[in-house]
Every structure is written in C-alpha cells, then in structure tokens.
C-alpha cells in the first residue's frame, strides 16, 4: 500500500475543522445510558454462543498520577496517596470478577493493555497483584503471538519494575515523551531528562520487549521548529518501532489544567504546521511509514504489517491489529467492545465504589450498533487505516448500491475531490498524498451523526 504523504498547508487550513478521532463509530457522544450494566451482561452472554467465539482483549485503566501535566485531557487522579490506589485495586478486583463471569474461559486474551493514568504508578507488588486478579478470571495467552502492552512514564519506574512487567508478560511498552526540550517540559511541568527516557527504553529491549512506541505532542508552548529537531534528533537516536506524534489540542474552557498554560507561549499556526511538515519530512527519510493520523512505525512492525495486508483497524488506543477481538474495558471511566456494542463505566471514582458496592458492573451507558452504523463504521475504518474504499465489498457485505446509498456522503466529497485530495473513480475512493493528514475530515462525510448535530465543538481540530 502507498502511504505516501504530499504536505500542503494551504489545504490543511482550509480543512483544519473539528472532527472525531474515530477510535470508534457510533463515537462517544451517541453513547446513552439506555444501554446499562444489564443490557452489556446480556451482550456478553450472548458472544460466548457465537458460532466460533472473539478471543478477547483487556483494558486496564490505571487513573493516577504523582504529578500533574498541564496539557493532560486524560482521566486521571493525582495523588501523592498511595492508599488510594491500594482501595482502587480492591473494587478493580470485585470488577474483574464480576467481568470474568461473564466470558467462557475457553476465550483467551490475546491483547492486554494497561492505560491511564500511570500504570507505573503502582508498585510492583500492585502490578504483580493486577496480572493475578486477571489470572484467575480471565484465561491470559501465555505464548508469543500474545500483544501484551503498559503505558510508561520513565519518571515513574524503578530499578526492578522492567525486569517485572517481562516476567508478567508484557512484550511492548509505549512511552510518554512529548518534548525533550527542558524549557518546553519546565511549561507542561513534566521535567523528564532524555537520559530517563532512554535508560528504560534500553532495559525494555535488554529484557526482551519487541516493540516500543514513543509518544510526541506539537503545539506546546515554547516549542519551534528548531527546538522541534532538536527533539526528533533525540527520538530517533533511540529509534521506537513505533511512533505517535499528537496534536495539542489547547481546550482550557473544558479542561482546567491547561490554563496553566499562557496562550501567548504556544506556537501560532504557521510555526505548528511547520513543525508537523518537519516531523513527517524527517520520519519519512529515517524509514517510517505513515500509518494514519498521528502515528508512524518502522515497515517490519506488526502496524505497518497489519496495514500492507488490509487487516489494520482502530479502537479506544488508537491503531490496532486485533479486529476480531471483544475488548473487555476495566477500570473508571474504561470503554469497552463486545459483539456490536460500545460501553463506558462510570467517570466518578466513587460512583465507580458504589455501583461495584451493590454487586453491579460499573457500566453506566453505549450503544448498540444498528445495520446503518455497522456499515458506516465499516466504511470509516477503511479511511481510517487504509486511506480507501472498495465500493464493491461493502455492496457485497451489506446489500446495497453504494453509490445510492451515500450519494449524501459522496456529494459532500467533491470539494476534497476538486482540490485534489481524494479520487472517486467507478467503484473505489482513494485518498490521495495531499489529503493523508486529512483522514478524519474524510471519513467525517460519512458520519450520520454528526451531520445531524450541527455546530458540535466537542471535538479537536483535524490537524
């Protein structure tokens, strides 16, 4: 597949509007606590009678931090506690029981993910006791082809706590960098010395770890794109398998935090664009390929694999290769995927304690996906991943005319058509090099939702 990227600014500012991330269609605004903890139990029991039952993914969510990052939009609690995260595990564990019940235990996990948060957070005795509680509920794959994954913040790892997440299991680790840049990590408050970063990304593949993503934010504040170089030079010195480069969205009106931040010390639109038109140049030359959105990984990682055979897909951590798992989510605020359902549990950590108090699962609202969103996330998946669209499988699939079916959605096109970043030819939508950046916008066309609910800002910038 050519992922080839054209960078254009003029056409990035002219598409530059708000628009979902896509980890999930229907997205999460169109989840509704009609869909409660009884209609998802009722889900899962039915998945188990599937002709050839999903092997099954967990997400762990891990909500607490010592320290607090000014750009963060993330769940989290920060808390210099302990205590808090020893109460936390205990009603993890009544969750994970209650989750565990509901899953045969012939369907493996093939795919765990620990999130946060910082997973790091916990000690290793904690992070021993998780691996347990999950052990006895849930039947863990032990052998290679098992994806076994933990969000780490180099700050918050110990001498021992590499050497242990190997022997628990875990073969990839993703670490939160965003700069190197001491004057820009001094503006976020998140002082992390190169020498930390590098130091556990080096133990991680002395201990066998087979994949490592690093994680880079643009448009913070103080950043330019010299001190931007200066920060890829030092990414690819250590050169992860994987890499995400985001974009800060700066939403002090929604997230308190970040009004620590001074609007005068981000970097204007020209100077951001040119720090992400550098960031690709340079990932490009070095060998990445461009997966979609923010993330890139070298040609033998198992993303740019997933990709080049049509099997990549997206879910609530970005870019996956699993498709065919049942995500299971544990934890506050988790979401999970079972069957043709999206489910949330509750964001309050105290709701959280007392919905699992009463015996209850703690998921509070989703969606069951209708015939229209299964084929509409089908559609979007494929821009998503694989940048285009073969009109004549999805006829196949759902019996339609595609053509018909989305004239709405193709008519909304022939702008991006005309300017060059996407070609409708006959059966097929490709996007072309000059509209990659622009994935979200594209795939928004189709969005039933979101055309019937004009003037949403809940959402981020597409670049």
Do not use: W
Request: with cysteine.
């Amino acid at each position: 597949m050519d992922q080839t990227l054209q960078f254009d600014p003029a056409m990035l500012a002219k598409y530059n509007v708000s628009g979902p991330r896509y980890t999930s269609y229907p997205t999460a605004p169109q989840f509704h606590e009609g869909f409660d903890d009884q209609a998802y139990a009722e889900v899962a029991a039915r998945s188990n009678e599937d002709p050839i039952p999903r092997p099954l993914s967990l997400y762990v969510h891990v909500p607490f931090c010592d320290t607090v990052c000014f750009y963060c939009a993330c769940n989290k609690i920060i808390t210099g506690n302990y205590a808090r995260a020893g109460k936390y595990l205990d009603y993890l564990e009544k969750e994970v029981a209650l989750q565990g019940q509901l899953f045969d235990s012939d369907r493996r996990v093939e795919q765990l993910h620990f999130g946060g948060g910082t997973p790091t957070y916990l000690n290793d005795e904690d992070l021993v006791r998780v691996m347990e509680m999950l052990s006895r509920h849930f039947s863990l794959e032990k052998g290679p082809e098992r994806e076994f994954s933990i969000e780490i913040d180099p700050r918050a790892v110990r001498d021992t706590t590499i050497e242990l997440l190997a022997e628990l299991g875990f073969n990839r680790i993703s670490v939160g960098v965003q700069d190197f840049d001491p004057d820009v990590q001094k503006a976020v408050n998140r002082i992390q010395p190169y020498e930390t970063t590098a130091r556990v990304i080096k133990k991680a593949r002395s201990c066998g770890f087979r994949s490592t993503n690093m994680d880079l934010i643009y448009g913070l504040p103080l950043q330019t794109v010299e001190t931007y170089a200066r920060t890829l030079d030092r990414t690819l010195e250590l050169r992860p398998e994987r890499i995400a480069i985001y974009n800060y969205a700066h939403l002090p009106h929604l997230f308190k935090v970040q009004r620590q931040i001074r609007d005068g010390d981000l970097p204007g639109p020209d100077e951001k664009l040119a720090i992400l038109e550098q960031t690709i140049n340079r990932l490009t030359e070095a060998g990445y390929v461009y997966i979609g959105m923010d993330h890139f990984a070298l040609p033998d990682d198992e993303l740019a694999r997933a990709q080049r055979a049509g099997t990549l897909h997206r879910n609530f951590q970005g870019y996956s290769t699993r498709a065919e798992c049942d995500l299971v989510g544990l934890g506050v605020t988790s979401i999970g995927k079972v069957g043709e359902t999206y489910s949330q549990n509750l964001r309050d950590i105290d709701a959280y304690y007392e919905r699992l108090d009463a015996g209850r699962l703690p998921v509070f609202r989703g969606v069951e996906l209708t015939t229209d969103d299964q084929l509409r996330r089908d559609v979007i998946t494929e821009i998503m991943c694989h940048s285009r669209v073969d009109f004549r499988e999805v006829e196949q699939r759902y019996d339609i005319v595609f053509h018909n079916y989305f004239r709405d959605a193709l008519e909304r096109l022939q702008g991006m058509q005309a300017d060059g970043l996407v070609r409708i030819e006959g059966n097929t939508l490709q996007v072309e090099p000059r509209g990659r950046l622009l994935l979200r916008h594209v795939a928004m066309a189709f969005d039933a939702y979101l055309h019937a609910d004009k003037g949403d800002t809940r959402y981020s910038k597409v670049i």
